[in-house]
Structures are given as structure tokens and as C-alpha cells.
């Protein structure tokens, strides 16, 4: 039988072992610990690396957005004077009418194309053609000045608004606004409701909305 001193030489050497033991333990645990820092500190540089790539790439995008824009802007700025140009009204009134139309939902390809029915309408007005000039007396328009020079499309336009404004059969209303500014002028029809004097008020408020290009802006645009 094993004496008392020799169980706890044995103890003792049982505990010695097994503190080596939890010392390597220790270390491995140390050692993992470590690896998984540096794994996780890699892990973040990475991020942070490919987060700057990507809003690198984020700016680059968002640069050749404005610069689309920028030349989308240009263009339409170009095209302003030459739209202006063929439905024979200033480039301020064409961006006024635009706006105008807008705010009712007409888009500035109906604006351009019924203007351009009007333009017409009025030169063959001028060139007597038979028709028109009846409809503008009936109207009570007419398109010459008191010195007996035609007016500008401009104060025409304001004139025909304003008297179609104030025919009482929509019948009657509908059939002589297409007349003059061909089908689409029933979608027209809000924007002139109230005449002359709405239509001044929808392009005062495009001026005060900004809508308005200078003319130095356009022809500037258009070079």
C-alpha cells in the first residue's frame, strides 16, 4: 500500500502536469486569438478598401449622370430657338407656353406641334386665304395692327385664346380651337380656359418658377 508521502508525490506531479497542460492550452488559445484579430483586421481593411472602391464608383456614376444631364440640358436649350424659330413666337414665350403646358400635363411636343398648326393658320390668314379670315371675324380678331402691319404671333396667339375662351357652345368651342390649333387642342383647352389674361398669369408664374432661359442663355446654347 502506498505510504501518504507517496500519494502526494504523486499529487503533486499530477498537478504539475496538468498546469503544463492548461499553460499550452493557454498559448494555443493565445495563438488562435491572435490569428483571428489579424484574419478580422484584414477582413475590415478589406471592406474598408472595396467601400471606397465602391463609392469611388459611386462618384463616377453620379459624375456621368450630371454630365448626361448637363448635355441633355444643352441640347434642349439649343432646340429652343430653332422650335421657337418655326412656330414664329419669341424663345420666351415657347418656354412660357412649355411650362404652361406642363403644369395641365401637355407635353412640349403637343405645345410645339399645335403652335406650329396656329403659325400656319395665321400666314394663310395673312395670304387671305378665305376660311380663316372668316373665322377670325367671327372671332372678332384680327391680325393686323392699326397701321394695317401684322401683328406678331405673340399678341395673335393672346387674342384667339382669349376669344375662343369666350364662345359659350363647347361644341362650337372644340370645332374652332381645332381649327386653329388642330386636334390636340383639347388637351389645350385647361390652359386656355381663362382666356388671355390665365394664360399672362401661367407664363408670369414660369418666370417666377425659373423655367425661362434668357436669350443670351439660348443663343449661347445654340452655338
Do not use: C, H
Amino acid at each position: 500500500m502506498a505510504t501518504v508521502d507517496t500519494l502526494l508525490v504523486r499529487i503533486d506531479a499530477d498537478l504539475s502536469s496538468l498546469k503544463t497542460e492548461l499553460d499550452k492550452a493557454g498559448r494555443l488559445v493565445d495563438g488562435a486569438s491572435q490569428k483571428m484579430a489579424a484574419s478580422a483586421n484584414t477582413a475590415q481593411t478589406a471592406f474598408a478598401g472595396l467601400g471606397k472602391v465602391l463609392a469611388g464608383l459611386v462618384t463616377i456614376q453620379a459624375a456621368s449622370r450630371l454630365v448626361q444631364f448637363g448635355y441633355a440640358a444643352l441640347e434642349a436649350a439649343a432646340n429652343i430657338k430653332d422650335l421657337a424659330a418655326q412656330i414664329g413666337v419669341t424663345t420666351d414665350t415657347f418656354q412660357e407656353l412649355t411650362y404652361a403646358g406642363a403644369q395641365f400635363g401637355v407635353s412640349q411636343e403637343q405645345i410645339s406641334s399645335s403652335l406650329a398648326i396656329f403659325s400656319r393658320n395665321v400666314g394663310q390668314a395673312a395670304n387671305g386665304s378665305d376660311s380663316l379670315i372668316a373665322s377670325l371675324r367671327g372671332l372678332g380678331v384680327s391680325i393686323l395692327d392699326s397701321n394695317g402691319a401684322l401683328k406678331s404671333n405673340d399678341i395673335i396667339l393672346g387674342d384667339v385664346v382669349e376669344a375662343i375662351s369666350r364662345i359659350p357652345d363647347a361644341a362650337r368651342q372644340a370645332a374652332v380651337g381645332a381649327e386653329w390649333f388642330g386636334r390636340s387642342f383639347a388637351k389645350l383647352l385647361p390652359m386656355f380656359k381663362d382666356g388671355k389674361i390665365g394664360l399672362e398669369e401661367l407664363m408670369r408664374e414660369a418666370k417666377a418658377a425659373g423655367a425661362v432661359l434668357s436669350g443670351e442663355a439660348v443663343d449661347a446654347a445654340d452655338n
